[in-house]
């Protein structure tokens, strides 16, 4: 092992394809990236292009729980974890699924919390800690007594994420978390998980449609198409260099670049196309005043 | 429409609610003693008095516990069943005490049962189950791993409040069809939920599967020694139950077994 490059890549994709059993073609085709530690990774594209297939290879349920032919390896804190149940995976890379009714339980939110280190064989104390800590950075300490079904939407989805968190994946997956919550909740939902990034290096692979909601955070973003990754870079990097390949794939751009795209097509702007609409306003801004 | 409403404020008198007074705290296992006592007491005589005084311990428990009005939801679920006993005793000839003591029985294990699953918290129970060594070893013949049986358990309850949304959700939108739930015979009325019954079954299916995944997720089944945030422990009150419970137990079979006079009737 080189030791200056391990410390810095935490996932790594090699040469990556899966095609489904009984499928007509493969979902995924030489699939290749790396993730750094603490990174924030947005994964988009159309509909059926392999998005939701990826993240079931990053841990594990492909090809355990969904058979079919898989190719090429993934490594995770430099093991391969094509290789091990998903059992062991998932210590490593969490998943927070769409639906987040679904992946809850226990009957209150505490003991759900508990549910994978419970499952680790964890002693007591170390569980306790683990819960608590968990259910802390994700704010659903208030909520430790409740029933799943007596929370909303988007505290369910934050104790879903508090569930995966306990386990101390160095990769957390998710998978369209906020399709199932309304805008604000969603906003909620993606800023608690910002903060556990920032203040604690967890690494962050989200898969969303609507860019709008995530640009603000992502780090980077990794585009794919037909079951390959058509664009990878930061999110500012693939605004300005891909963007009408974006919109011709019906990624849901954010409307501020859309706008700034329409305006620069006219002649009227110039330059990196905004993100966010701070950026943007800071920009116009500019421009107006003079 | 009411006719549904009043079935389910009788399963009231069995569903869980989560409160904390001694009686919720009892642990299962102690409870369960308790119950197994009032049974096997109630099935040795068949003397009115007796099952009377069962069914008069049963009072301070459930004040203690505070559910004697859900209690009474139960009882008047069992009410046309108990009329059915107490009538049907009379008219095979037995008399009428030996007629009333049979329905007495059948309302203490009514209010047994009621109190055990008011005061005892699935969650609660599924820890009792898992530390049941022949379930375990059952679980893990049929199901492969110890827990399977209490985690199925717990996870079912945890599942109907979800299910009755579902329910509801698949119910209003076939209405919103034209379907009429309440029409017709008795036959047709079966029928007309059949359109419901088949969404709904495609519903659950679908959550199974979803559930499954986030199972694997979450590293379950886990190891052989899995363990667990909460701990059972007995505390005074459990030893005096099953103090309680396992002498009153003894004392019955003794008077069954040598002082037969007793066991007669009245
Ligand atoms: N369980 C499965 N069995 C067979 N084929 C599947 C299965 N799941 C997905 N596929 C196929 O694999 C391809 C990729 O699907 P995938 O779910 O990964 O897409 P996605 O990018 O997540 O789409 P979406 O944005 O709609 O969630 C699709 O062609 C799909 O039909
Ligand atoms: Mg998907």
Redesign the interface.
């Given at each position: 092992m080189d030791p200056s490059k391990t410390p810095k890549t935490i996932l790594e994709a090699r040469n990556l394809g899966f095609q489904y059993e009984g499928a007509e073609a493969r979902a995924l085709r030489g699939v290749n990236f790396g993730v750094e530690r603490g990174e924030f990774v947005l994964l988009a594209g159309p509909s059926g292009c392999g998005k939701t297939t990826l993240c079931r290879c990053l841990n594990g349920l492909i090809p355990h729980f969904y058979p079919g032919v898989q190719e090429g390896e993934i490594l995770v804190d430099g093991s391969n974890v094509t290789s091990m149940p998903t059992s062991e995976v998932s210590r490593k890379v969490g998943y927070v699924f769409q639906n987040p009714e679904n992946q809850l339980f226990a009957l209150t939110v505490e003991k759900d919390v508990a549910f994978g280190p419970e499952n680790l064989g964890l002693p007591r104390s170390e569980i306790r800690e683990r819960v608590d800590w968990a259910m802390g950075i994700t704010g659903t300490t208030e909520l430790k007594n409740l029933a799943p079904y007596e929370l909303s939407g988007g505290q369910q989805q934050r104790v879903a994420l508090a569930g995966i968190l306990a386990m101390k994946p160095s990769v957390v997956v998710m998978d369209e978390p906020t399709s199932f919550l309304d805008p604000v909740t969603a906003e909620e939902v993606m800023k608690a998980v910002d903060d556990l990034r920032l203040e604690h290096g967890i690494t962050v692979i989200v898969v969303e449609h609507r860019l709008d909601l995530v640009s603000r955070y992502a780090d980077r973003i990794i585009v794919m198409d037909s079951g390959k990754v058509v664009a990878d870079g930061t999110v500012q990097d693939v605004l300005d260099g891909q963007f009408d390949q974006l919109t011709g794939l019906g990624v849901g751009v954010p409307r501020v670049s859309q706008l700034w795209a329409m305006l620069k097509r006219d002649g009227l702007v110039s330059g990196q196309t905004p993100k966010v609409v701070e950026a943007a306003a800071e920009k116009l801004g500019g421009k107006l005043s003079t | 429409m009411s006719r549904s409403f009043v079935t389910l404020r009788s399963l009231e008198g069995f569903k869980f609610y989560?409160r904390k007074t001694i009686v919720h705290n009892l642990d299962p296992r102690a409870k369960a003693l308790f119950i197994t006592t009032v049974f096997v007491v109630s099935l040795l005589f068949t003397n009115l008095y007796v099952l009377l005084g069962l069914l008069i311990v049963h009072v301070p428990f459930l004040l203690a516990a505070g559910v004697l009005r859900r209690w009474v939801y139960s009882i008047r679920a069992g009410a046309l069943l108990a009329g059915i006993i107490f009538f049907a005793n009379l008219l095979t000839g037995s008399g009428v005490l030996p007629a009333l003591a049979l329905t007495v029985r059948f309302l203490v294990l009514l209010t047994t049962f009621s109190l055990f699953f008011m005061t005892t918290?699935?969650?609660d129970l599924g820890l009792a189950l898992d530390r049941v060594g022949l379930v375990r070893w059952l679980s893990r013949r049929w199901l492969g791993f110890p827990n399977a049986l209490s985690?199925t358990f717990?996870?079912a309850?945890?599942l109907v409040?979800?299910l009755a949304?579902d329910a509801q959700t698949v119910i209003d939108a076939q209405r919103s069809r034209g379907l009429e739930l309440d029409k017709g015979n008795i036959l047709r009325r079966i029928r007309n939920y059949v359109p419901i019954l088949i969404p709904l079954l495609l519903v659950a299916i679908r959550?199974s599967l979803?559930?499954?995944?986030?199972?694997?997720?979450?590293?379950?089944?886990?190891?052989e020694?899995?363990?667990?945030?909460?701990?059972l422990r007995f505390k005074a009150s459990d030893y005096l139950l099953v103090l309680g419970s396992s002498t009153v137990l003894a004392v019955s079979m003794w008077i069954f077994v040598i002082h037969p006079v007793l066991r007669l009737p009245f």
């Amino acid at each position: 092992m080189d030791p200056s490059k391990t410390p810095k890549t935490i996932l790594e994709a090699r040469n990556l394809g899966f095609q489904y059993e009984g499928a007509e073609a493969r979902a995924l085709r030489g699939v290749n990236f790396g993730v750094e530690r603490g990174e924030f990774v947005l994964l988009a594209g159309p509909s059926g292009c392999g998005k939701t297939t990826l993240c079931r290879c990053l841990n594990g349920l492909i090809p355990h729980f969904y058979p079919g032919v898989q190719e090429g390896e993934i490594l995770v804190d430099g093991s391969n974890v094509t290789s091990m149940p998903t059992s062991e995976v998932s210590r490593k890379v969490g998943y927070v699924f769409q639906n987040p009714e679904n992946q809850l339980f226990a009957l209150t939110v505490e003991k759900d919390v508990a549910f994978g280190p419970e499952n680790l064989g964890l002693p007591r104390s170390e569980i306790r800690e683990r819960v608590d800590w968990a259910m802390g950075i994700t704010g659903t300490t208030e909520l430790k007594n409740l029933a799943p079904y007596e929370l909303s939407g988007g505290q369910q989805q934050r104790v879903a994420l508090a569930g995966i968190l306990a386990m101390k994946p160095s990769v957390v997956v998710m998978d369209e978390p906020t399709s199932f919550l309304d805008p604000v909740t969603a906003e909620e939902v993606m800023k608690a998980v910002d903060d556990l990034r920032l203040e604690h290096g967890i690494t962050v692979i989200v898969v969303e449609h609507r860019l709008d909601l995530v640009s603000r955070y992502a780090d980077r973003i990794i585009v794919m198409d037909s079951g390959k990754v058509v664009a990878d870079g930061t999110v500012q990097d693939v605004l300005d260099g891909q963007f009408d390949q974006l919109t011709g794939l019906g990624v849901g751009v954010p409307r501020v670049s859309q706008l700034w795209a329409m305006l620069k097509r006219d002649g009227l702007v110039s330059g990196q196309t905004p993100k966010v609409v701070e950026a943007a306003a800071e920009k116009l801004g500019g421009k107006l005043s003079t | 429409m009411s006719r549904s409403f009043v079935t389910l404020r009788s399963l009231e008198g069995f569903k869980f609610y989560g409160r904390k007074t001694i009686v919720h705290n009892l642990d299962p296992r102690a409870k369960a003693l308790f119950i197994t006592t009032v049974f096997v007491v109630s099935l040795l005589f068949t003397n009115l008095y007796v099952l009377l005084g069962l069914l008069i311990v049963h009072v301070p428990f459930l004040l203690a516990a505070g559910v004697l009005r859900r209690w009474v939801y139960s009882i008047r679920a069992g009410a046309l069943l108990a009329g059915i006993i107490f009538f049907a005793n009379l008219l095979t000839g037995s008399g009428v005490l030996p007629a009333l003591a049979l329905t007495v029985r059948f309302l203490v294990l009514l209010t047994t049962f009621s109190l055990f699953f008011m005061t005892t918290s699935p969650d609660d129970l599924g820890l009792a189950l898992d530390r049941v060594g022949l379930v375990r070893w059952l679980s893990r013949r049929w199901l492969g791993f110890p827990n399977a049986l209490s985690f199925t358990f717990t996870t079912a309850v945890r599942l109907v409040p979800t299910l009755a949304v579902d329910a509801q959700t698949v119910i209003d939108a076939q209405r919103s069809r034209g379907l009429e739930l309440d029409k017709g015979n008795i036959l047709r009325r079966i029928r007309n939920y059949v359109p419901i019954l088949i969404p709904l079954l495609l519903v659950a299916i679908r959550r199974s599967l979803e559930l499954a995944e986030a199972l694997e997720a979450r590293g379950f089944p886990g190891r052989e020694d899995r363990t667990s945030l909460y701990e059972l422990r007995f505390k005074a009150s459990d030893y005096l139950l099953v103090l309680g419970s396992s002498t009153v137990l003894a004392v019955s079979m003794w008077i069954f077994v040598i002082h037969p006079v007793l066991r007669l009737p009245f």
